[in-house]
């Protein structure tokens, strides 16, 4: 090999020998072909170089003073395996080869050696570390990029649950209005034709009332016939309430004073089954464009089922609040709670977990909140009472 500057030149050799005149001529030789070279002549000045510089190739004696070679080559080896270690033997012998390639040497030059002989050798080192620094670089730019797959099959995996999860909530959403819907046509076509009757059989009960003809126990029959006529009446009366909302009825509407309303018509009630009743107003809350009657429906069918579930006593608390876009309510009771399995079917029509109840109660709130664009869900446990968080658009997209 000819001493024209090495393919390697601008790398660091450190050369490591207690002879005085190994470290002259070596430096000299390296120098000329583009190498850096420092020098060190004992094993712990070594170990010292290397850990501050970091050369890339060590070519370092076998026998010195204060550490012996072998002992620097494995300190090397352990500490900085990116420094590769040529060593300088005058021990011939094949033992000692083996041992050196053992404890890590990438190569061995003995004593006395040609200057040709040492930059072939060097630059055949180089080339294999050379070779194996790309190989551990490509193998880090592996990891790194298994790792970056699996983050993104960790993050697709997190969208597609939540994708799920909003195709399963928007079909959901898209049954219940399908209910809601089918259920306000039922009630337009079904309430005029079932109230003709119905105001027929109650007259007919009252001109027996009036006859004076009747006995005392067939008179309590014409009452409860009076009664239920009464009872289906209101029923069809919750059945009209999940008509569409009239826009001509809209208003700034005080929610504040509607829930005070609500509550004055359930005071007695109230007091009568020993419930408190909390109302919290977070700040100034402003008017919200509305038909107050169907508000007021929204409350009096909250009010009933909650005081339905306190007949022994309890609390019944109500918050408001509102930022730049909604009006937040929270109306939470004392009660029993709901069943798991009955959360999810709490708002269809006709289900209900009441001994006489209708079912119509908390659909035609449903009904109601969607139709001025809001929201509301159910957070319960059995024997941890129901909240009811109801969000209201200040200004809705639209009103159907």
């Known amino acids: 090999m000819t001493e024209e500057e090495s393919r390697f030149s601008g790398e660091v050799i450190l050369i490591v020998d207690d ?4 470290i002259e001529l070596a430096a000299a030789l390296l120098q000329r072909i583009g190498f850096k070279v420092l020098a060190a002549k004992n094993g712990e000045e070594c170990l010292q170089m290397v850990a501050e510089h970091q050369p890339s190739l060590v070519l370092l004696d076998y ?4 550490m012996n070679g072998l002992d620097a080559l494995k300190a090397i080896r352990s500490q900085f395996p990116d420094t590769y270690v040529v ?3 005058g021990h011939g012998n094949e033992d000692v080869a083996v041992e050196l390639m053992r404890a890590g040497a990438a190569d061995y030059l003995r004593k006395p050696f040609a200057g040709g002989s040492l930059l072939k050798r060097i630059d055949a080192v180089l080339s294999l570390r050379h070779i194996e620094m790309e190989n551990k670089q490509l193998v880090k730019e592996r990891e790194s990029l298994q790792r970056e797959i699996e983050q993104w099959n960790l993050k697709l995996e997190q969208r597609v649950r939540e994708k799920s999860y909003e195709l399963e909530k928007a079909h959901k959403e898209i049954i219940q209005s399908e209910k809601l819907a089918a259920l306000g ?3 337009a076509g079904m309430v005029h034709e079932i109230r003709n009757p119905l105001n027929s059989i109650n007259l007919f009960a009252q001109v027996l009332l009036s006859s004076g003809n009747i006995n005392q126990e067939n008179m309590s029959y014409i009452h409860k016939i009076s009664q239920e006529v009464e009872r289906i009446d209101g029923i069809l009366i919750q059945m009209l309430a999940a008509s569409p909302v009239d ?15 609500v509550y004055k018509d359930y005071l007695p009630r109230m007091n009568k089954q020993n419930v408190d009743f909390v109302f919290d107003i977070d700040g100034k809350i402003p008017l919200i464009k509305s038909d107050p009657s169907e508000l007021e429906k929204i409350f009096t069918n909250l009010f009933s089922n909650a005081l339905y579930e306190m007949e022994a006593g309890g609390t019944l608390t109500i918050s408001l ?13 004392s009660g029993s709670g709901v069943l798991p399995e009955d959360v999810s079917r709490i708002f269809d029509p006709f289900f209900t977990t009441k001994e006489k109840g209708t079912g119509f109660g908390l659909s035609v709130v449903l009904q109601i909140i969607k139709s001025y664009c809001g929201k509301i869900r159910l957070n319960s446990a059995p024997d941890e009472g129901a909240s009811f968080l109801i969000e209201l658009p200040l200004f809705p997209d639209s009103v159907h």
């Open 19 to 22: 002879e005085e005149v190994i």
């Open 87 to 89: 060593m300088f033997t």
């Open 63 to 66: 026998m010195m003073p204060v």
């Open 247 to 261: 826009k001509n009825k809209l208003e700034g509407v005080d929610l504040g004073k509607v829930i005070e309303k």
């Open 185 to 187: 046509h039922i009630s």
């Open 321 to 333: 609040a509102a930022d730049a876009e909604k009006i937040s309510i929270m109306i939470k009771d």
